[in-house]
């Protein structure tokens, strides 16, 4: 058994076998014939905290330590066992590891390089569940516990307070957080850094580094997210986007040998991983969360050797003969034989502060069976004044007690079909709300009370409803292609039989066969998931799209 430090021993919300496994007697042997057996000292630090590409320890005889530097001090964290192994997952990435490793006792480990672990864990399905549960388990625990080499001190008001937050927990990057507004103590931290009032949130990095306000990029830049990827290398696939189905197709093209780039403006796990619970993905009757779907998804992508840079997203698609060069913010392009584009779209979003607390619980984006479920019986709202609304309205009629359609034009004919406007008529349950929008939403866990405002009568009312469905488009990331591939009339792009001859022709489309099922108007550019013209705007679709995709990046690669 790991003797786990305090605070970690009183507080793991995971089993500590499962956190701090012990290997059996082969398992050893196995892990031994990749790496190579040492002495250590005691006092020796094995690894030190911020080291890249750092290697993997299983202890065989003695004991190693893991501390948290803080300063002259340390804070303790882990104590290993004969037995066990070093290692979360930032090993896997080849970024700075976030703590100190040293042997506490003379002993003997086995020690392995990053390479040869990645291939111990594509290579052994055994020990591969092992580390790959262990590391993310250890990850979870130091995000749970702000174990890490930052601290943010913000102010709940800074709307830069929360875009750090959220991208550092979305990245799984651990930090401490200290509330301005509540805590007085820290002006004296402020005024040793010589911080004004104005540069909050302030970011302290890697115990010394401090940024003010810092954009995204300069985090990723300072915390190292990019320090291990080889940028100048011609890879077989380039993905454009980091949401499910650009991880789908980085973990299956990585899986099958292909030499995989990845590149994501914010974090991975794109719109999925802003939602609470997602009920409706195969595998996971209880939901899982979009950033636990997401991190896994990462994992498993990393585990098959794909490279994911943050903060680099795509600006340019350039055709260069056989090979595409991709521009990025801040770098030189990257070069690829293939790509898919996998940049998703952005709903069109209430103005609402407080929007996000009810999205997933309250507030929906799509209007399908299971929604329909959620409301039978009740009053419903529908947002939008186009298509998608008005048949969202018609839908969520069959099962719910009353369906508030609201709009703010004075009336349907210029944005919905005929018929619709019709059917819309003809429903009881269905009520016409014009030149109206909501102006408040409230509720705890869930969304109670919606608040909305007819601008022509100008008066308030308060309704007690449970569900909105937002049906007021959705707008693809497509505007740094530049015209570059075909798009619909909606911008979303066109790939495969929806390629007419005039968009192949108008393209210069150079090859004898028609383009493959998800291939653009570019050869061997695909395009899936939600920015792909008529996709399903479906987590699931998207995973299946990203994966279907990579199977004709195989054959237009031996073209
Ligand atoms: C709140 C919410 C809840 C949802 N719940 C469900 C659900 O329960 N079930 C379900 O089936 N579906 C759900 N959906 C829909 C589902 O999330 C999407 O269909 C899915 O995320 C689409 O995946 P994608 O990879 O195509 O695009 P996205 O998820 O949009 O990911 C695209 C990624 O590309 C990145 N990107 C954009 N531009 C660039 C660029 N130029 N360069 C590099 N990267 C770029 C973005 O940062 C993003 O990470 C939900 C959506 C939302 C918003």
Same mark, same amino acid.
């Given at each position: 058994?790991?003797?786990?430090?305090?605070?970690?021993?009183?507080?793991?919300?995971?089993?500590?076998?499962?956190?701090?496994?012990?290997?059996?007697?082969?398992?050893i042997?196995?892990v031994a014939?990749?790496g190579r057996v040492r002495q250590v000292r005691p006092g020796e630090v094995l690894i030190?905290? @911020?080291?890249?590409?750092?290697p993997f320890f299983v202890i065989k005889t003695g004991q190693v330590e893991?501390?948290?530097?803080? @300063?002259?001090?340390?804070?303790?964290?882990?104590?290993f066992l004969p037995g066990?192994f070093t @290692?979360?997952?930032?090993?896997?990435?080849?970024?700075?590891?976030?703590?100190?490793v040293r042997a506490k006792e003379a002993g003997e480990v086995i020690e392995i390089?990053?390479?040869?672990?990645?291939?111990?864990?594509?290579? #052994?399905?055994?020990?591969?569940?092992?580390?790959?549960?262990?590391?993310? *388990?250890?990850?979870?625990?130091?995000?749970?516990?702000?174990?890490?080499?930052?601290?943010?001190?913000?102010?709940?008001?800074?709307?830069?307070?929360?875009?750090?937050?959220?991208?550092?927990?979305?990245?799984?990057?651990?930090?401490?957080?200290?509330?301005? /507004?509540?805590?007085?103590?820290?002006?004296? *931290?402020? #005024?040793?850094?010589?911080?004004?009032?104005?540069?909050?949130?302030?970011?302290?990095?890697?115990?010394?580094?401090?940024?003010?306000?810092?954009?995204?990029?300069?985090?990723?830049?300072?915390?190292?997210?990019?320090?291990?990827?080889?940028?100048?290398?011609?890879?077989?696939?380039?993905?454009?986007?980091?949401?499910?189905?650009?991880?789908?197709?980085?973990?299956?093209?990585?899986?099958?040998?292909?030499?995989?780039?990845?590149?994501?403006?914010?974090?991975?796990?794109?719109?999925? &991983?802003?939602?609470?619970?997602?009920?409706?993905?195969?595998?996971?009757?209880?939901?899982?969360?979009?950033?636990? *779907?997401?991190?896994?998804?990462?994992?498993?992508?990393?585990?098959?050797?794909?490279?994911?840079?943050?903060?680099?997203?795509?600006?340019?698609?350039?055709?260069?003969?056989?090979?595409?060069?991709?521009?990025?913010?801040?770098?030189?392009?990257?070069?690829?034989?293939?790509?898919?584009?996998?940049?998703?779209?952005?709903?069109?979003?209430?103005?609402?502060?407080?929007?996000?607390?009810?999205?997933?619980?309250?507030?929906?984006?799509?209007?399908?069976?299971?929604?329909?479920?959620?409301?039978? &019986?009740?009053?419903?709202?529908?947002?939008?004044?186009?298509?998608?609304?008005?048949?969202?309205?018609?839908?969520?009629?069959?099962?719910?007690?009353?369906?508030?359609?609201?709009?703010?034009?004075?009336? *349907?004919?210029?944005?919905?079909?005929?018929?619709?406007?019709?059917?819309?008529?003809?429903?009881?349950?269905?009520?016409?709300?014009?030149?109206?929008?909501?102006?408040?939403?409230?509720?705890?866990?869930?969304?109670?009370?919606?608040?909305?405002?007819?601008?022509?009568?100008?008066?308030?009312?308060?309704?007690?409803?449970?569900?909105?469905?937002?049906?007021?488009?959705?707008?693809?990331?497509?505007?740094?292609?530049?015209?570059?591939?075909?798009? #619909?009339?909606? &911008?979303?792009?066109?790939?495969?039989?929806?390629?007419?001859?005039? /968009?192949?022709?108008?393209?210069?489309?150079?090859?004898?066969?028609?383009?493959?099922?998800?291939?653009?108007?570019?050869?061997?550019?695909?395009?899936?998931?939600?920015?792909?013209?008529?996709?399903?705007?479906?987590?699931?679709?998207?995973?299946?799209?990203?994966?279907?995709?990579?199977?004709?990046?195989?054959?237009?690669?031996?073209?």
């Amino acid at each position: 058994m790991t003797d786990v430090y305090p605070p970690l021993k009183s507080t793991l919300s995971s089993g500590a076998a499962l956190v701090f496994p012990t290997l059996k007697p082969a398992q050893i042997e196995r892990v031994a014939a990749q790496g190579r057996v040492r002495q250590v000292r005691p006092g020796e630090v094995l690894i030190e905290a @911020g080291e890249k590409n750092a290697p993997f320890f299983v202890i065989k005889t003695g004991q190693v330590e893991v501390v948290q530097p803080s @300063g002259a001090t340390e804070k303790p964290v882990a104590l290993f066992l004969p037995g066990q192994f070093t @290692g979360e997952i930032s090993i896997l990435f080849g970024r700075r590891i976030l703590v100190r490793v040293r042997a506490k006792e003379a002993g003997e480990v086995i020690e392995i390089d990053r390479e040869h672990l990645l291939k111990l864990v594509q290579t #052994d399905s055994e020990l591969s569940e092992i580390f790959m549960r262990a590391f993310i *388990l250890r990850r979870v625990e130091l995000i749970a516990q702000e174990f890490g080499d930052v601290v943010v001190l913000g102010s709940g008001h800074s709307p830069g307070t929360l875009r750090i937050k959220e991208f550092l927990g979305r990245n799984g990057h651990p930090y401490s957080y200290i509330d301005l /507004d509540s805590d007085a103590g820290t002006q004296d *931290l402020l #005024d040793h850094f010589h911080v004004a009032v104005n540069d909050v949130p302030v970011m302290i990095c890697r115990g010394d580094v401090v940024l003010r306000n810092p954009t995204n990029e300069q985090i990723a830049e300072c915390l190292g997210f990019n320090e291990a990827i080889d940028q100048t290398r011609l890879r077989d696939v380039v993905i454009v986007g980091a949401g499910p189905a650009g991880l789908a197709a980085a973990v299956y093209a990585a899986s099958e040998g292909l030499d995989v780039l990845v590149l994501e403006t914010n974090a991975p796990g794109g719109q999925a &991983g802003s939602s609470s619970k997602i009920e409706n993905y195969l595998g996971f009757p209880a939901g899982i969360s979009g950033q636990e *779907l997401a991190t896994r998804a990462y994992t498993q992508a990393q585990k098959f050797g794909a490279q994911l840079m943050i903060t680099k997203g795509a600006k340019a698609l350039k055709r260069d003969r056989n090979q595409y060069a991709i521009e990025i913010d801040h770098g030189s392009p990257v070069q690829a034989r293939s790509v898919i584009i996998a940049v998703g779209a952005q709903y069109r979003k209430l103005p609402l502060e407080n929007l996000s607390q009810f999205e997933g619980s309250g507030v929906y984006y799509a209007a399908t069976f299971v929604e329909s479920q959620l409301c039978a &019986g009740e009053e419903v709202i529908v947002v939008g004044g186009g298509n998608s609304a008005g048949q969202a309205a018609v839908f969520l009629a069959q099962n719910a007690n009353r369906v508030h359609l609201i709009f703010r034009s004075d009336e *349907l004919a210029n944005s919905m079909s005929r018929y619709l406007i019709r059917r819309l008529a003809e429903i009881s349950a269905i009520v016409l709300r014009p030149r109206t929008e909501i102006t408040a939403l409230e509720g705890g866990d869930h969304l109670e009370r919606v608040r909305w405002r007819d601008n022509q009568a100008d008066t308030f009312e308060t309704h007690d409803i449970r569900h909105v469905f937002v049906m007021t488009g959705a707008i693809p990331n497509t505007q740094w292609l530049d015209g570059g591939v075909a798009l #619909d009339a909606n &911008g979303f792009i066109k790939t495969g039989p929806d390629l007419s001859p005039e /968009d192949l022709t108008s393209a210069h489309w150079p090859l004898a066969r028609p383009p493959h099922l998800l291939e653009t108007s570019l050869p061997r550019v695909f395009a899936v998931g939600d920015v792909r013209g008529g996709s399903m705007k479906r987590l699931a679709a998207a995973v299946g799209e990203g994966s279907i995709a990579v199977a004709f990046v195989h054959q237009v690669l031996h073209e």
